[in-house]
């Protein structure tokens, strides 16, 4: 049954330096204790000794993994911020809303940000239709904002004020299509796309064009809405046409069910999908259904890499578990902001956005990060395996 919850649910966080131990995280789909504008940890310190950001994010619904985590990495840059000495003089802050994963719900809580809150600038969302319905009001109040991983390439289409941290969908539409003809050497695919997320029909269409392009056919194309609990029509049909493999570029909560319902049909070839997947949840859903089967993401956790390695220590300690590739995003796009409100000539509008234009060879956790000159940053990729509850990475693909 499907839980409702707060029309936004307000939580402010004040990171500063010492700040003591952070309090439980709530389970998916929780909500957080006292109701709606119930403070979650800490309290806002004095205006003139602040500088409030804002973020939106799904904190509870299908993909409340993706909020927490985002919400998270985000946490954790502030705080090494403050602890530095914050910017400007100042310590920094974070007001956070609840979107509950729906569109109209973040395109208000962007709205609330600008013309109650006054934020500086806004971080969010994961989904790129929340992504979407915000730009779309952060844009025309001139008020930067920094997606840390939606990759629909409508969001920063929306305007000069929209940016993001994460590659693209043309992109990792290609590096799946490269991935399935040349490490797995299948010719024929079936998609099995979520027709109400611009997401997975950005990445849906990016896959079929490359993979035809490589010499390769896509048998069918079906498609279901996010919440739907059964597939197996569309599983028979796609099934019929005899398919190497089955890209499916949706979200965890429903690519878990999805796995399932396709071994009990008796289709066996690997599923494919995109970074939507990047959820412990999908182990739980998926089970042993969603072995063997394959994924582009931003990171992998298996990095040497000693920044990487810093930042998952960090995380272990403070949130105690290891961070999806959401919560090196949030984290990257944290600190990018970070750094341009320290590099900014004025902590006005034009003035913020200019300097996160700047953003050049940022050294960030999840790749390192150069915008181009529409606002996307250009960064490699890597393809990993499910494989015993966990991912397991395979490949790096650069632009």
């Known amino acids: 049954m499907r839980r409702t919850a707060p029309l936004l649910l307000a939580v402010l966080a004040l990171l500063a330096a010492g700040c003591e131990k952070k309090t439980r995280q709530p389970a998916v789909g929780e909500e957080q204790k006292g109701g709606a504008e119930q403070p979650v940890v800490r309290e806002a310190p004095g205006e003139e000794d602040t500088l409030l950001l804002g973020e939106v994010g799904s904190l509870t619904g299908a993909q409340a993994t993706f909020g927490v985590s985002t919400r998270n990495g985000i946490e954790l840059a502030l705080e090494e911020a403050n602890a530095a000495g914050g910017v400007k003089g100042k310590k920094l802050a974070v007001r956070v809303y609840d979107d509950q994963g729906k569109p109209e719900e973040a395109a208000q809580a962007v709205t609330r940000l600008i013309t109650q809150d006054k934020v500086l600038l806004i971080l969010g969302e994961v989904a790129s239709s929340n992504s979407i319905a915000m730009a779309e009001k952060a844009q025309p109040a001139g008020v930067p904002m920094i997606t840390p991983s939606s990759t629909n390439v409508e969001v920063t289409q929306k305007g000069d004020y929209i940016f993001r941290v994460c590659f693209t969908d043309p992109f990792q539409g290609y590096v799946m299509a490269k991935f399935a003809a040349d490490h797995l050497k299948v010719k024929k695919v079936a998609i099995l796309q979520d027709n109400k997320s611009a997401y997975s029909m950005g990445l849906s269409d990016v896959f079929t064009e490359k993979f035809q392009g490589m010499g390769g056919r896509i048998t069918t194309r079906e498609s279901y809405s996010q919440g739907d609990t059964d597939f197996r029509a569309q599983l028979t049909a796609i099934k019929k046409t005899r398919p190497e493999a089955v890209y499916v ?32 949840k999908l182990f739980e859903l998926g089970g042993s259904a969603i072995q063997g089967s394959y994924f582009s993401n931003h990171y992998s956790p298996d990095s040497p890499e000693p920044r990487v390695r810093q930042f998952i220590d960090r995380y272990k300690k403070a949130y105690g578990g290891v961070p999806d590739s959401m919560g090196a995003l949030g984290y990257d796009a944290a600190r990018v902001a970070i750094a341009a409100l320290e590099r900014a000539e004025s902590l006005t509008g034009p003035a913020i956005r200019d300097a996160i234009a700047q953003t050049k060879d940022f050294p ?13 940053a250009v960064k490699p990729a890597v ?17």
């Open 249 to 280: 570029p949706g979200y965890y909560s429903d690519v878990g069910v999805i796995a399932r319902q396709a071994r009990e049909l008796g289709l066996m070839v690997p599923l494919l999908g995109g970074d939507g997947w990047d959820s412990e």
């Open 364 to 376: 960030g956790v999840a790749g390192t990060i150069t915008l181009d000159e529409n606002r996307n």
């Open 383 to 399: 393809v990993l395996q499910v494989e015993e509850g966990k991912t397991r990475f395979v490949t790096t693909v650069n632009p």
